[in-house]
């Protein structure tokens, strides 16, 4: 399945792709997507939907992030190994974690906002895993039976918050719009292999980024899995994989968003972004 909500911000509606490619409206007979709305559990109940007995949507308008809100926003740096590389970093021996604050979970098609005082904001097509049941102590063999379904992030990233300024990275990973989600929620049974999905970002028509989730260091696996051991996954948490190479602090020279910039986002089979960039008010 293919899941999305639409509609003007703060009023979006939970929808479905058909067959055919239309929105179909979901809203009266399932809650919003988020936390145990795209449980395990809940994303079953929509399989039993007749999508076609549902309203079209002629005219969906603005398409909001696949999920109305998130319990957990994680990250997993320097997970690809041309990343690493471009950084000037060792491949690390175990998976990365940092935040986003969940107030930075943004719409696929709305304006990245760059802050006030920012000098190096950056791009990051990710590969999105949305969690479908609590997860503590899974094994890797197990660790894909707790995944709803994945989604295409825009990881945007201000890198002298991140880099350059004391304490973690979250403060250069969350200012608000810096996590565009979806289009589409897509749910595991549809995508297979996360192992196997092209990732591409445009910037102002020129490919930057172009790559492959074989290019991970860790794995859905193994990320699923490793996290559990440290804390529990609840439903509706979303976990942003890692980058590849390509983003603008790797460049020589480096290359930092300016307002009018245009990102085009793609993880091949979970849908298109397009953001164009803004100055703060």
Known sequence: MKLLRFGPKGQEKPGILDADGKVRDLSGQVPDFAGQGVSLEALDAVRAIDV??????????????????????????LNYALHAKE???????????????TSALSGPFDDVVIPRKSTKGDWEVELGVVIGKSASYVS?????????????????????????RLGQWIKGKS?????????????????????????????????????????????????????????ELQPGDIIAT???????????????????????????????????AVAAD
């Open 242 to 276: 890692g980058t590849p190479s390509g983003v603008g602090m790797g460049m020589k020279p480096q290359r930092f968003l300016k307002p009018g910039d245009v990102m085009e986002i793609e993880v091949h089979g979970l849908g298109r972004q397009r953001q164009t």
């Open 87 to 101: 950084s000037g970093m060792d491949a690390p021996a175990e998976p990365i974690l940092f935040s986003k604050a």
């Open 52 to 77: 076609n007995s549902l309203p079209v949507v002629e005219e969906p308008g603005r398409i909001g992030s696949c999920l109305a809100s998130v319990p957990n926003f994680f990250c997993v740096g």
């Open 140 to 164: 890797e063999e197990d660790a894909l039976d707790y995944v709803a379904g994945y989604c295409t992030i825009n990881d945007v990233s201000e890198r002298e918050f991140q880099i350059e």
């Open 175 to 231: 200012a608000p719009t810096f996590g565009p989600t979806g289009p589409y929620l897509v749910t595991a049974d549809e995508v297979g292999d996360p192992q196997n999905l092209r990732v591409s970002l445009d910037l102002n028509g020129e490919t930057v980024q172009d790559s492959n989730t074989s290019d991970m260091i860790f794995s859905v696996r193994e990320i699923v899995s490793y996290m559990s051991q440290f804390m």
